[in-house]
């Protein structure tokens, strides 16, 4: 297993040149199994953990999503990115205060989001939400960890009227502030992925694709995007299949989807061998 700081200079360089996808396990079986195809980091997500749990998204408190962040980093022999949500806190010191605690865990990259909670503001007001970056940066530097600090915007999440622009000006902000990679949540269109490219470099932009968009890694990549994520997608994709089999056996009493499930075989003995180790 990779020492914490080599997993972290991995991922830091990672971040340097070309495209690389970070695929978003949800326990540590799907971790587990994102490994064996070979795909160079990963991270959590908010979402796919709160559904396991039997929660909503941006529900699962500190302590929890902490627990959750330090069980996929000691599985993973891979980095591993921390979906933060907002830091689990308003003011910046909280954020900084929380952020200490994820660096901990030792994850090799961090995500802070401007999304407030408040659903008559949903984003937070852009001075506070560039002083939130700011504090999660200095929290990071006084670690003295090499953990990539991702910024997010969810100007598109909440349907801004004007969301292309705002996203642009918060994530501009957003590096200004420290931010090592930025992240617009939403974006699709190749127009506007390329614009918040040019508008941020050199640093890095992450481009969630929770579904077809049309574009692939490697278009992606020739729009200028350092690295790609899935966000819940792919816990979307596994509850879809057992909902999809359950109903069927719930409504109809047939057992027909059970048959496009993966063997047991395949399945065991892909777990059986790490658990021999």
């Not at 064996?36 to 500190?62: E, I, M, N, P, Q």
Request: proline share 5%; with cysteine; net charge negative.
């Amino acid at each position: 297993m990779p020492s914490i700081a080599e997993k972290r200079r991995v991922f830091r360089d990672l971040h340097r040149e070309g495209c690389f996808v970070v695929p978003n396990p949800f326990d540590i079986g799907s971790a587990v199994y994102l490994q064996s195809l070979g795909f160079k980091a990963l991270a959590t997500t908010s979402a796919g953990v709160a559904w396991a749990l039997g929660r909503a998204d941006d529900t699962v408190g500190l302590d929890a999503m902490l627990a959750h962040i330090r069980t996929l980093v000691e599985a993973s022999e891979v980095p591993v990115n921390a979906d933060f949500g907002n830091g689990f806190a308003d003011q910046p010191a909280g954020v900084a205060e929380n952020v200490g605690l994820c660096v901990a865990t030792g994850v090799a990259g961090l995500s802070i989001e401007d999304l407030s909670g408040d659903p008559t503001t949903p984003l937070y007001d852009i001075e506070l939400a560039v002083e939130r970056i700011r504090a999660a940066r200095a929290a990071i530097d006084a670690s003295g960890a090499n953990v990539v600090l991702v910024a997010r915007t969810e100007a598109y999440r909440v349907k801004h009227p004007d969301c292309a622009k705002v996203a642009v000006q918060r994530l501009e902000r957003f590096a200004e502030a420290g931010a090592d990679c930025l992240f617009a949540p939403g974006i699709r269109s190749p127009e506007e992925i390329g614009a918040l490219v040019k508008a941020v470099a050199p640093k890095p932009v992450n481009v969630l694709v929770g579904e077809p968009i049309g574009l692939s890694v490697a278009d992606l990549g020739d729009l200028g995007v350092r690295r790609v994520s899935v966000g819940g997608a792919l816990a979307r994709a596994a509850w879809g299949g057992m909902m999809a089999a359950a109903r069927e056996i719930a409504e109809h009493g047939t057992f027909e989807a059970l048959g496009k499930a993966v063997s047991f075989a395949e399945l065991n003995g892909m777990f059986a061998g790490r658990s021999a180790r």
